[in-house]
């Protein structure tokens, strides 16, 4: 798929990842296929875009985790490795096609020794069909625009976060 694999080059092109980072990953297959968000869930399209983060995560040394869909509570599929370094609390629930989504199901699938957590607070996100990551993404969110703004038929919406600017008129920030 031609089209993540230049969402992700442009995103490596800015210094998107970034070492020892947590991104989330929110993804709709039914919606990269053309059809509504949790209606025709691919998993094909979920092993070939979850082969393309796999590379990422090689290449830049960025850690993913993937958001699964509301019938799990947008919980977060990750390496226990991961959920202890964050020291996050492990859920008992196995995502699945019909709940947690084909993405969730297969980054669960494919990892060593996966976990389901329900919060992070991760430094960035990709949002492919509109799946609701900002939960996930520490605060501030701030937008990150790139030239590549589909995945098949679905829209992608990137974030990144910056601190809070606190202290009012006569506070002085980098």
């Known amino acids: ?54 590379t990422i995560e090689r290449e830049t040394g960025v850690t993913f985790c993937f958001q699964g869909c509301e019938h799990i509570n947008r919980a977060l599929t990750m390496e226990r490795e991961t959920a202890a370094r964050y ?21 669960y699938r494919s990892m060593t020794n996966p976990v389901v957590v329900e919060h992070v607070q991760a430094d960035c996100g990709i949002d492919i069909g509109q799946t609701l990551i900002g939960m996930h993404i520490r605060h501030v969110q701030i937008p990150v625009r ?3 703004k589909m995945v098949g038929a679905a829209v992608v919406t990137i974030a990144a976060h910056r601190p809070k600017l606190i202290g009012g008129p006569r506070a002085k920030y980098q």
């Open 146 to 148: 790139v030239p590549t």
């Open 87 to 107: 020291q996050l609390t492990p859920v008992s629930v196995v995502p699945v096609k019909e709940a947690g989504g084909s993405m969730s199901a297969a980054a």
């Open 1 to 54: 798929m031609a089209d993540i694999k230049q969402l992700l080059s442009d995103l490596k092109a800015i210094n998107f990842f970034k070492q020892g980072e947590l991104c989330v990953i929110g993804c709709s297959t039914s919606e990269v296929i053309g059809q509504r968000i949790g209606t025709d869930s691919s998993d094909d399209v979920a092993c070939e875009l979850l082969a393309a983060f796999k």
